[in-house]
């Protein structure tokens, strides 16, 4: 099932977009085609291809899987070593005025 980029944020497209520029850029920089990638970690090249394209719904178990056919994991262990900082503050929606009338 493809999934709908309609209701995809698009920071999340433009993210997975980059994340996908990236393994493909690594898969080239070890010479390897689809097929060989394939043959690596087991997820068809139909997948992988839609991964490299950014397709954000790819699974996450498959991101992750073709990063470790790749010995890119390390990256994502860089992500997760640091330490949670607070990001954009949201804000309360303001309370709902009862009227009397």
Do not use: W, Y
Not at 7 to 19: D, G, K, N, Q, Y
């Amino acid at each position: 099932m493809r999934h709908d980029q309609n209701f995809t944020p698009f920071p999340v497209l433009e993210t997975a977009e980059r994340l996908g520029e990236r393994i493909r850029s690594a898969r080239k920089a070890q010479k390897l085609t689809l097929v060989q990638l394939e043959k690596n970690c087991r997820i068809h090249r139909t997948t992988l291809g839609r991964l490299e394209r950014g397709d954000p719904g790819v699974s996450l178990g498959v991101f992750l899987t073709v990063l470790d056919s790749l010995q890119e994991l390390s990256d994502v262990e860089l992500i997760l070593s640091q330490p949670d900082k607070p990001k954009h503050k949201r804000v309360a929606p303001p309370p709902v005025l009862k009227r009397d009338f």
